[in-house]
């Protein structure tokens, strides 16, 4: 992973903006450059757009001089349009972003399933991978959890998996973190030796390859049973991960609507931020 550049999603409509200081803090650690970006429609300006673009840009000034001030390159970018969400993946596209950063915010799968949220909309079409940002609490524990579709033969699928796992050896060296894996098997019946708390496979038979692949020891890796999302939730509440890394087929349309994503469902389980790779 060579990140060049962050494009960082600024919300008009917050005070507080997660998914900055999480970039502001990557810049300081791998001396990234930021790329900060804010779309203003008419109800989010008020009284015009004119009077929402110059309150934008005077809010952005600040935080570029606290990148400024950090000596971090940055620049800013404000631009007036309907659908912001669609505006900033061109605008990422269009800058040549390494990875998005984004504020995000838990949707019930209701609110999923009546109408794509902005999430959806960024983990099916962005051009590079999306940090969802939860908070910005610190990355205290330092601990990351890249989650490995282990069972899959699809082309596309083993391609992912070495992605993640590119994605989740670079992180753990650029930020010194402690990274975990995990593979969730989808039979509850096969498995031997099932912890009957968390549904963890204690000795998988191919635990040591799995371990090997993903290049971390075999007490890193996890091996559980059940439905994908709330077992990696599970799992990253218990042992405290900051970061979930986890990939997306991107699916379209109303099946999209009706199954859901697995990255989209432990985003609004967990609370830590989650970093989606299509």
């Known amino acids: ?53 110059t309150v934008m840009g005077e809010r952005m000034e600040v935080l570029l001089m606290r990148c400024q001030d950090a000596g971090i390159e940055a620049v800013q970018e404000v631009e007036q349009g309907d659908d ?59 601990r990351v959890l890249a989650a490995v579709n282990s069972e899959s033969t699809n082309t596309a699928h083993i391609k992912l998996n070495h992605l993640i796992i590119s994605f989740a050896q670079n992180v753990t060296e650029a930020y010194g973190s402690d990274c975990h894996f995990v593979t969730v098997c989808k039979d509850v019946n096969q498995p031997p030796d099932i912890d009957t708390v968390y549904g963890e496979v204690n000795h998988p038979p191919d635990i040591e390859e799995f371990a090997t692949t993903c290049g971390a020891p075999p007490e890193h890796v996890h091996a559980l049973t059940g439905s994908a999302a709330p077992a990696i939730s599970k799992l990253a509440e218990r042992i405290e991960v900051d970061l979930i890394i986890i990939g997306t087929v991107g699916r379209d349309g109303i099946k999209a609507r009706l199954i859901g994503n697995t990255a989209e469902k432990v985003l609004d389980q967990t609370a830590a931020d989650v970093l989606v790779i299509n």
Not at 17 to 36: I, N, W
Not at 84 to 89: I, R, Y
């Open 1 to 53: 992973m060579v990140l060049n550049k962050i494009f960082v999603i600024i919300d008009p409509t917050l005070t507080n903006q997660p998914a900055f200081e999480r970039a502001f803090q990557s810049a300081q650690m791998t001396g990234t450059r930021l790329h900060l970006y804010a779309c203003i429609t008419g109800t989010e300006a008020g009284a015009s757009v004119d009077a929402g673009l």
């Open 84 to 142: 912001w969400s669609q505006a900033a993946l061109r605008a990422a596209a269009r800058c040549s972003a390494s990875m998005i950063f984004k504020n995000s915010f838990e949707h019930s799968e209701v609110q999923r399933g009546l109408r794509p949220t902005s999430d959806y909309t960024l983990l099916r079409l962005s051009p590079c991978p999306v940090l969802l940002v939860k908070n910005n609490r610190d990355w205290s524990h330092r």
